[in-house]
């Protein structure tokens, strides 16, 4: 069965560094997402994707924050200057089409830890 | 997107059927009712979802009241595997963006 993909599964950093986080999206999903969750709270929206654009932001994802699709396969994370409030558990979530029925999946998720 | 209660916790002995309840009284007619969980912070794992009728999958059952206020999942056979927090969700059918808004969901101890 296809799946979402996250690499690093943990990442560290000192704060103030710029770190990526990427993701595989499943084959032929149009919609991408990235969620946070930090430790003990819920899981939050960060931003969605579309034809390589951003089609929605949360305020929680500001200038600090940027995403990509640099190629036909990679969807990436990029958080500039680290902070310590940062660190969570980052998913990434793929979405065949705009369909409301359509099924959004989600990675196993990128522990980060900003020291 | 309408907001849903959930108890914080629950529990349920392994085999039994698990019911977990879901309220969504500001429900409009065009949201749907979704359920995901989540085991031990992995990433969140679709479960179901429906609109008006019951649906059963594989992995469990929606019932979803006739005034569309609320809603069960119901697992039929609780293993100790099915611990992990539950969210009920409900998304407007009509949005493109299709994000996600969790809230704190059901926490599911099943026990042996």
């Known amino acids: 069965e296809p799946e979402v993909t996250q690499t690093p599964s943990h990442q560290v950093t000192q704060m103030g560094q710029e770190v990526i986080l990427r993701c595989v999206p499943i084959?032929?999903?149009?919609?991408f997402y990235w969620y946070r969750q930090i430790l003990g709270q819920k899981v939050e929206f960060l931003v969605s994707f579309y034809n390589n654009e951003i089609s929605e932001k949360s305020e929680i994802f500001d200038d600090q924050f940027s995403v990509e699709r640099p190629d036909g396969s990679n969807f990436t994370l990029k958080i500039r200057s680290t902070k310590l409030e940062d660190s969570a558990m980052y998913f990434c979530?793929?979405?065949?089409?705009?369909?409301?029925?359509?099924?959004?999946?989600f990675g196993p998720g990128t522990r980060l830890t900003v020291l | 997107d309408a907001k849903t209660t959930q108890p914080t916790s629950m529990d349920c002995a392994e085999g039994r059927a698990a019911n977990l309840p879901c309220n969504h009284s500001t429900i409009s007619g065009n949201e749907y009712v979704y359920w995901y969980r989540q085991i031990h912070s992995q990433g969140p794992q679709y479960i179901i979802h429906?609109?008006?009728n019951n649906e059963t999958n594989e992995m469990a059952s929606l019932i979803i009241t006739e005034d569309r206020k609320s809603s069960t999942l119901i697992l039929p056979h609780a293993t100790l595997r099915d611990t992990a927090v539950y969210y009920c969700?409900?998304?407007?059918?009509?949005?493109?963006?299709?994000?996600?808004?969790f809230g704190q969901g059901t926490t599911l101890q099943v026990k042996p």
């Open positions: 084959s032929n999903h149009l919609y």
């Open positions: 429906g609109l008006k």
């Open positions: 969700i409900v998304r407007v059918g009509s949005s493109n963006t299709g994000k996600l808004i």
């Open positions: 979530a793929s979405r065949a089409s705009g369909a409301i029925t359509d099924t959004q999946y």
